[in-house]
């Protein structure tokens, strides 16, 4: 401070460059300060020569530094609280006028200029601004971090149509961070979308409506509430048949299928997403990629995939979802890129392929990591659980799974739980232990009728079927029933490939009864691929020795 005042002749420059920062350019501090090139460069040379701050550059590209950051407090300390408002508040606007670029790359800089300048209005754009380039690089804490304080900001406004909609286009930016960050289930992600809805109805909002009802479909679907996720998407279906908007019914499609899928209605599901893919246009629906948390493109076709596998297309399915991988790391979103990778990974798991499951979940647990989705990390968990049990280490893969499942469930996530008991008995059954694999298939039927998640009820039945089998020969009778029911299950759900497997178990607990053999030949004979999969060589084998009896 006394060094500053001995230069009392140019302390206001030192002052100016300190609210400016740490680090400030000449062209910047020429602008802010109003001073003559002359004057200008008089007082920047004697701060450098009195050694309070440091010069960079030459020409046009002249930058300083303070020598360090308590000159720079001492500098800033001494303006008044109204003088620093002031000049905080010529600077941003500065920046806002003149500086494109650093308001572009840089709009935390402004949101903390006009914060500082008590325009509470403008530094929540800013924020909101800061929050989403945040979310476009997948920094989650970052983005998360930023909309509080754009939240924070308003509550100091008046309440206004204006706020609202700020409030609103910040709410549900807040959502798609919150769907990445802690899940797609979690409380903070419902009570975001949830707020966001208020607004909507506040305001009368239509196309802001789509992602927030989008987003409750979401959390509806994780939380295993699969009534109110199916009436959020045919509200959507509603509201763009209404307004006659492709961009909207592309969204609506996409809604309609992703929440047929769980259900295990896979051919409304089908129908759904090739509808979607059909209205899709890069150049119109890309740009709502981090509204909606994922990439459009990427999850309709990773929600077909699945949908194709349990129908029966195996290789049309592994494609899709190769190509929904594909079209994440090219568009360099990690968040777009987990969900192929989780859901490619359990595809791969249900086809008995454990180097595809592997290198995924080390992908997956990889961008999870670096991005901090806690959600996602807890799949890769899952996934490198099967491995680690199908390479051996029972025990091991059992405790990992346990522990997975458990980090996906605390997130607020219901959804899946049937697929990951289904898991859980299958080792169980690698290890010997039947009943124990009965017990964990039992609850899997509990929360499938309990939840309507039936996409994976066909085989749970069927995994019934084979424990009953290694408890032995007298549990045949009751097996061929368990099977049964599983080939009952997938008809009504045209899931051919679930039929396939069903009709082999059948034949194995009941290899004398001819129908039994002559449903597997006849739902063989139905395949146009996949020809190369363990289930189709078994089924192939079966169905010859039906041909020759």
């Known amino acids: 401070m006394a060094r500053l005042d001995r230069l009392a002749s140019v302390r206001e420059v030192a002052q100016i460059g300190a609210v400016i920062g740490r680090d400030f350019s000449h062209e910047l501090l020429a602008a802010a300060s109003g001073f003559s090139e002359v004057e200008l460069e008089r007082a920047t040379e004697q701060l450098v020569t009195a050694g309070l701050v440091f010069r960079r550059g030459g020409e046009s590209q002249v930058s300083y530094t303070f020598k360090h950051a308590l000159v720079q407090d001492a500098a800033y300390g001494s303006l008044l ?14 920046l806002e006028e003149r500086f494109p670029e650093i308001t572009a790359t840089e709009p935390e800089l402004l949101a903390h200029h006009f914060g500082q300048a008590s325009l509470v209005e403008k530094a929540a754009e800013y924020h909101e601004l800061a929050g989403r380039r945040a979310l476009s690089r997948s920094s989650l804490s970052e ?98 048949h209404g307004n006659n908007d492709r961009g909207l019914s592309f969204f609506a499609h996409r809604a309609a299928g992703v929440s047929a899928l769980p259900a295990g209605e896979f051919s409304r599901a089908r129908a759904h997403l090739t509808e979607a893919l059909a209205l899709y246009d ?59 990778l989780f859901f490619g990974g359990v595809m791969r798991q249900i086809l008995g392929d454990a180097t595809g499951v592997k290198l995924r979940a080390a992908e997956l647990a990889q961008i999870s990591a670096e991005g901090g989705f806690r959600f996602w990390q807890a799949g890769a968990t899952i996934l490198q659980a099967w491995v680690v049990a199908a390479e051996g280490e029972t025990e091991r893969g059992r405790a990992e799974l346990h522990r997975g499942v458990c980090e996906w469930r605390s997130t607020g996530a219901q959804y899946m ?20 694999a009965l017990t964990w298939l039992k609850e899997a039927q509990e929360v499938i009728e309990k939840t309507n998640e039936r996409w994976f009820a066909s085989e749970v039945f069927r995994l019934q079927g084979e424990a009953l089998l290694q408890l032995g020969p007298e549990r045949a009778k009751m097996a061929a029933e368990r099977f049964g029911d599983a080939l009952t299950t997938a008809r009504s759900q045209d899931a051919r490939f679930w039929q396939l497997r069903a009709a082999i178990g059948l034949v194995r607990a009941d290899g004398a009864e001819i129908n039994a053999r002559k449903q597997l030949a006849e739902i063989f004979s139905s395949f146009t691929e996949g020809s190369t999969l363990p289930d189709m060589k078994a089924a192939q084998l079966l169905a010859a020795t039906v041909g020759s009896a």
């Open 81 to 94: 609280l109204s003088r620093r408002q002031q000049l905080h508040a010529r600077i941003a606007h500065i």
């Open 143 to 240: 983005a998360l971090v930023r909309f509080g304080n754009a939240l924070t900001g308003l509550k100091a406004l008046s309440p206004s149509k204006q706020r609202a909609r700020r409030e609103l286009s910040i709410q549900v930016a807040l959502g798609s961070t919150l769907v990445a960050f802690h899940g797609f289930a979690a409380p903070e992600t419902g009570t975001a979308y949830l707020r966001a809805q208020e607004l909507c109805e506040e305001l009368g909002e239509i196309q802001q409506l789509f992602p927030v009802v989008y987003g409750l479909c979401l959390f509806h679907l994780y939380a295993a509430q699969l009534a109110e996720a199916r009436h959020d998407a045919e509200r959507l279906l509603e509201l763009a």
């Open 282 to 340: 890069p150049q119109e629906h890309r740009s709502p990629a981090f509204v909606y948390a994922f990439d459009p493109h990427v999850v309709c076709l990773d929600y077909l995939a699945r949908a194709l596998l349990a129908l029966g297309l195996p290789d049309q399915a592994l494609a899709a979802n190769e190509e929904a991988a594909g079209e994440a790391r090219r568009i360099g979103h990690r968040n777009s890129l987990a969900l192929p």
């Open 417 to 436: 739980w049937p697929y990951f008991a289904a898991l859980l008995a299958q080792i169980e059954l690698k290890a010997g232990d039947p009943a124990a």
